[in-house]
């Protein structure tokens, strides 16, 4: 099964963490509970914003560079249709980014567990896709402001209940609406 897991901010901006660094503390330890013993597939550059492989979790970067080198540990893929030709769909895997990768992997996702942010990033490049129809918000929670998160935020959970789910044999990407709003 494939999940996708991202913190964005109120107009759909990713990177939160790394414009507002340590902002969103329980953000942090939910990423951390969830994706905690299951693999992880970012893009080359989620990589090189992290700078190192993600302890107790399997590592999966997708990169077009055939050349590029990566540590030991993570396991390379060139293209989205290898990641899903070699990915068993009994195993978790939790897609964490970027924009790129997402609206990429979007048709075969089951569970998008989003953090919104209430904070606007006028800095972001990249922003979260535009969910097609099918997707169904089936849990919110949400915190104010405290100590230890700078903002008031939410816990938003996806899922796919319609037939957004595509079949590995025909990837189709999805059009490059990023800049729309998820609601």
């Not at 990566?70 to 893929?77: G, M």
């Amino acid at each position: 099964m494939i999940n996708l897991i991202a913190c964005v901010g109120s107009g759909n901006e990713l990177g939160v963490h790394d414009l507002i660094p340590g902002s969103i503390r329980r953000d942090l330890l939910f990423f951390k509970e969830l994706t905690d013993g299951h693999p992880v597939l970012m893009g080359r550059k989620t990589y090189e914003v992290i700078g190192r492989p993600i302890h107790n979790r399997t590592n999966i970067v997708l990169t077009h560079n055939k050349n590029q080198t990566f540590p030991k540990e993570v396991i390379v893929k060139h293209s989205i249709e290898e990641f899903l030709e070699d990915n068993n769909d009994d195993n978790e895997v939790f897609v964490i980014g970027g924009g790129v990768i997402f609206r990429q992997i979007l048709p075969y996702v089951h569970r998008i567990y989003l953090t919104v942010v209430d904070v606007r990033l006028d800095a972001a490049k990249s922003f979260f896709p535009k969910l097609p129809l099918g997707w169904v918000c089936v849990s919110e929670k949400t915190y104010p402001a405290d100590k230890e998160n700078s903002y008031a935020h939410s816990f938003l959970i996806y899922e796919n209940k319609g037939s957004a789910i595509k079949e590995k044999i025909s990837l189709i990407t999805v059009p490059d609406d990023s800049q729309q709003p998820v609601k």
